[in-house]
């Protein structure tokens, strides 16, 4: 047997040892047996533990990567784009839950080397993320556009670049989240676990790429927090929002007392 | 000086050593001097290395629990709950960076005692936030049973439990993903944060509560994964979707090209 398909072999006993067992618990002993072949080899083809530890997360996240790019379809309108990238998401997570478990709880309980592997995989998935709701954004802009010169308070229908990155981030945290739950969860099926992102999140990106925000009512000082928020920015900028958010976060935003803005910004 | 006040200190002194240099890296001289006792009057209050993250982790729990509690307003209406809360949370975190990387970043990343400690607080922001959602979904029942009566489809308000629990899981997903990404984002203040995830989440929620599903297009067999979708279940019980999912996950599905559904389900 060529030594590529032994190493693959030994790649999917280690897969599911790590993600059904937790990286500390596994041993070299069941892996090899699991794959049928002598521990001496494994060490031979894969050198140590942590080497084929790593060796798994890389092989997972690249399958995981790839799945996802192959799901979305970039011909399609946005909702079909992410509806079909959220179901290759989850089709991948629940048909390999043992490759899930490696790269989204093993790999980041382990230790910052095989947490920075994952990392790596998290931030081209937000990348590519990031590009999907641009394009999705500027396949809206005539709409918008149209919107206020149908009378609207003139639009600037480009989301902030900082508001676009962080729902990147919002919509993989949730991916990650209902994968997680999803696989744990009994009678869950990818569709249910896609569908149910997209009730979450479309039609509120669908909304915003409409050019309909949510604004938090004038009488609002700032949500429940009182007077801790007026220097809640992390870094002392707080003073930004008021200037930097498109109007979003502001207290002067626009009230809307059905959670919902006019289609303008 | 009381040892109640002092323990504090030292806590104050891990968490930020914890947060910003990582568990591995960090050192009890480093702590000890920055609290500004003696090494061993360190060990002699918290014991260990272990003892001491363990201490921190549960002092940061609790207190990003009691700010999310705090923040959420029962007698407001759902959009305005929400916001609160999120702002809440939000603002803890901007305010507490080193506490939330002990939390979200480095109690995951060193050992599985560790992320039980956080996995047990997430599970109970989980718990609160679903208990959240119900109360929203049973405040938006007149109004869906309203919309039935005025000539819809007979709809069903209560969500599904188990969309419900997923929607839970989504939404802490992408509050703790947007968390990180503001904390690691120079000029991100708390009340943006807040109004992205209300943006990209309510207008989702709200019309999700008000009976507006997104659907599937009719013509489409199951996003961009195929024929890889008909078994996506974990469990092999991929065949209840068609019954338990409110309709929502389905292929036949009603369809809705524009990404919305009319308010019926």
Known sequence: MPRAVREQQML????RT???????????DEIAELAGVSKPLVYLYLNSKEDLF??????????????????????????????SGLT????????????????????????EVFAAEVAAM??????FVTQLILAAAREALPRTLGCARAGG???????????????AEALVG?????ADWANATPGVTARQSAATLMNFAWTGLGDLMAGRRWSPPDDDPGGGAGDDLDDGGNDGTGGRQDTDDGGTGGARAP???????SPVR
Chains 1, 2 share one sequence.
């Open 12 to 15: 999917d006993a280690a897969v």
């Open 18 to 28: 790590f993600g059904q067992r937790g990286y500390t618990t596994a041993s070299m």
């Open 54 to 83: 790593t060796a798994c997360i890389r092989r997972e996240a690249k399958a995981l990567t790839e799945a996802v790019r192959a799901g979305a379809r970039p011909g399609l309108p946005a909702d079909r784009q992410l509806w």
């Open 88 to 111: 290759a998401f989850f089709t991948h997570t629940a048909r390999h839950p043992d490759g899930w478990a490696v790269l989204h709880l093993q790999a980041r309980t382990h230790g």
């Open 122 to 127: 998290r931030a081209e998935i937000v990348a």
């Open 153 to 167: 308070t003139p639009a600037d229908p480009d989301l902030p670049e900082h508001e676009v990155s962080g729902l």
């Open 174 to 178: 949730a991916a990650e989240s209902l």
């Open 255 to 261: 009230a809307a007392h059905a959670g919902r803005t």
